[in-house]
């Protein structure tokens, strides 16, 4: 039982929900290391946390030393002298699938590096390792004060001392790097020096009916079977044990710590951490803007993307070349697709918007008390701001959804717009330069293409506002009297966008008059021009009042620790291993290989539980030696924790009370979907692949021992 700390850490989470159970509270949270409070440090401890505070962050062999920044999206874990990572397999799914042919297909295969002269590497992949971290606020108001630059300006403030900070940290280390983050709604700046290694191999991918077992159906769903892993080797310089652009010269990077992997498993009730990245949370967000997250960005993304993704699988299915190439596009869309209605469905069955309000009255209340930012923060005003801002904001994700990152004659025409294609040719001679669009067509498939865009621009023009159009609907009707069929037909034949390998010079007079290239300035214009200007000074309104809203709650707080919202900077969360109730009924807290059978045998008639008949052996093996659970006897596949997670932490490390490995963060239950802005603690879970099933499907199916000897020698 939590005793006196309990006081201490009571999060807005509780003053919501008067349901919160006392030993749930005090273990939401997403604490940074380097400065964390001692009052959480001492409940860590009383749940069992058994090594001194120095372990997490200050000791060279710290448990932060161990945990990576996975290429900007995910974490990781380095778990062997000679620098073996392990992520989720979500995590490794790009470079599984970018490795894949239908000859070859790594991806529904699997992939087993037999040696390190197949380890395959990786463009475009990289880890980072959290070198240190301190506050800079200070720093930062003073310079801002200094050149008189206000809070809407701050990111000029921002760059400039992150790049003389990074010049001086490349002063000791030309590998270090430094990044400024904003904490507490910036009211707070932390500095933060990272190391980065660019060259990044895949070592081992198991089947993806393993890796993504479940699929769609069980996508934040409890209970769990998926064995979500990948493995990965960090090389290094040959002479300096440093970072390095990638070459075959380059040799396994030998880190100076690494996570020992533990196979004793644990119990109910027993000590559990995550360290790892988590993207981006809201906790701390009004109720104004939670309805706007609500029916402007959620709703949009759930509508659009359904569209869009049956398209993608009817194609799939259709041909396994056309899979191979989408496969993780089609997952990363149907990820969040799935997360934004459980999010709305939580936001609604929870009351999240009213329980945020009668929150809000309280701060009020303190305002009024002590006139503590007395007529700055203004919930009237806020309240305005967001209705002021409804209309443009939804357009805006109806724009993103529709043309970011949906097809191939898009993204080009964007990126020529924006500069982000490098010139080739003689600088001295601009008329000369050009750019060319690789040959990629190993990476989308024109006729898939072709109908999401048209699907995806007819959606558009229902669902948005006409004064949200992009200009170049007005050619779709003066050309082709509104048939975007017949439209994106002329702009795939007539656009030289879409001839890869062709030389493009910006500064020819038919560059402007190609179709593909009016797209992409007509989509600049609309984003940059008519939504972002309309949005922009409401949005710098809307900012500044959050801001105030967060430092009044801190104030009202103040003699409680508090963590700041999630931005993908390393963080702590610690709890239990334990169930919940789903539906009324005990969860259990872990599940075994007999579940998975159960399911596997309903692979007829549920496509997202099909597996190769070694799997059904597998998994039916009477003895699972040495993998089996010494407490319950049986081998056990996924668990659950009430650790604080959010995307982000896929592949987070999850440690016992002594440091050791016990699993890889992959996901959280729907029951808890709306955490991104409100943590339920009675609900909310964590899920994990325990690390025992990780090693038997490393030794059973894949045979690689020559990975198991490396992880697991002492």
Not at 149 to 170: E, G, Y
Not at 410 to 423: F, H, I, Q, S, Y
Not at 450 to 468: C, G, H, I, S, T
Not at 563 to 571: C, E, G, K
């Amino acid at each position: 039982m939590k005793k006196n700390i309990i006081a201490l850490c009571i999060s807005l989470s509780s003053l919501l929900s008067p349901l919160s159970s006392m030993k749930a509270v005090a273990d939401e949270g997403m604490w940074t290391l380097y400065n964390l409070p001692s009052q959480v440090f001492a409940q860590m401890q009383q749940e069992g946390f058994s090594l001194p505070s120095t372990a997490l962050y200050s000791d060279a062999n710290a448990i932060k030393n161990c945990v990576v920044n996975f290429s900007g999206y995910c974490s990781g874990v380095v778990v062997s002298p000679d620098g073996l990572v392990f992520t989720n397999h979500h995590c490794g799914f790009e470079s599984i699938r970018s490795h894949s042919t239908v000859e070859h297909d790594y991806m529904l295969n699997g992939f087993i590096a037999k040696s390190y002269e197949e380890e395959l590497p990786n463009e475009n992949m990289f880890v980072s390792f959290m070198r240190s971290q301190e506050d800079i606020t200070g720093r930062i108001l003073a310079e801002a004060r200094k050149r008189n630059i206000a809070d809407a300006d701050m990111n000029i403030v921002i760059d400039s001392l992150q790049q003389v900070m990074s010049d001086s940290v490349k002063l000791i280390d030309k590998t270090l790097h430094v990044e400024i983050d904003a904490f507490y709604e910036g009211n707070s700046y932390y500095a933060t020096v990272y190391q980065m290694f660019r060259d990044l191999r895949l070592v081992f991918a198991i089947p993806k009916s393993m890796g993504k077992f479940g699929g769609d159906t069980d996508n934040w769903m409890w209970p769990r079977q998926t064995c979500d892993f990948s493995v990965f080797r960090i090389y290094a310089d040959p002479k300096t044990n440093g970072p390095a652009e990638y070459s075959k010269d380059n040799v396994p990077y030998h880190p100076a710590s690494w996570a020992p992997v533990s196979t004793e498993g644990y119990k109910d009730g027993d000590f559990s951490m995550t360290v790892g990245y988590p993207g981006s949370t809201n906790r701390y967000l009004s109720s104004y803007g939670i309805r706007e997250m609500r029916d402007a960005e959620n709703t949009t993304r759930v509508q659009v993307r359904g569209l869009k993704q049956d398209i993608m699988k009817r194609h799939m299915d259709a041909s396994e070349a056309v899979r191979i190439k989408y496969d993780s596009k089609y997952a990363q869309s149907a990820n969040y697709w799935k997360n934004s209605m459980g999010m709305n469905k939580c936001i609604d069955s929870i009351g999240i918007i009213q329980q945020k309000k009668a929150y809000e009255n309280r701060i009020r209340q303190y305002q009024d008390s002590t006139g503590y930012l007395k007529n700055e923060l203004d919930f009237a005003k806020l309240e305005k701001l967001y209705q002021q801002r409804f209309e443009v904001r939804r357009a805006y994700y109806y724009y993103i959804e529709t043309f970011r990152r949906t097809n191939e004659l898009v993204t080009r025409a964007m990126r020529a717009n924006n500069g982000g294609l490098e010139l080739q040719g003689p600088a001295e001679k601009p008329r000369k330069q050009y750019f060319i669009f690789k040959d990629n067509s190993d990476e989308w498939d024109e006729a898939l293409d072709k109908e999401v865009l048209v699907a995806l621009m007819r959606n558009y023009r229902e669902k948005v506002d006409a004064q949200y159009w992009p200009d170049f609907f007005k050619t779709v009707d003066r050309k082709f009297r509104g048939n975007f069929s017949a439209y994106v037909d002329w702009l795939y034949k007539k656009s030289f966008l879409m001839k890869s390998g062709k030389k493009i010079y910006p500064s020819k007079k038919k560059y402007l008059k190609d179709p593909g290239i009016q797209m992409g300035v007509d989509l600049g214009a609309l984003v940059l021009g008519t939504i972002t200007d309309e949005m922009s000074a409401i949005t710098d309104s809307i900012d500044a009042q959050e801001k105030m809203l967060c430092a009044a709650k801190l104030r009202m707080e103040e003699d409680l620790p508090h963590y700041s919202d999630a931005n993908f900077t390393m963080r702590l969360s610690y709890g239990q291993v334990g169930e919940y109730l789903l539906n009324g009924q005990p969860s259990g807290y872990y599940t075994t290989a007999e579940s998975m059978v159960k399911k596997m045998r309903k692979g007829d008639s549920i496509e997202d539980y099909k597996a190769e008949p070694i799997m059904h052996e597998l998994l039916s093996a009477k003895d699972f030696t040495p993998y089996t659970d010494k407490t319950t006897g049986k081998m056990q596949l996924c668990f659950l924790t009430n650790n604080d997670i959010t995307g982000g932490n896929s592949g987070s490390p999850m440690f016992d009370g002594q440091g050791r490995l016990i699993g890889l963060a992959f996901d959280g239950n729907w029951d808890s979907l709306s955490s991104d802005i409100f943590f339920d603690t009675k609900l909310a879970r964590c899920i994990g692949v325990d690390i025992r099933y990780v090693l038997f499907m490393m030794d059973r199916w894949g045979h690689a021992d020559r990975l198991l000897h490396e992880i697991l020698k002492k």
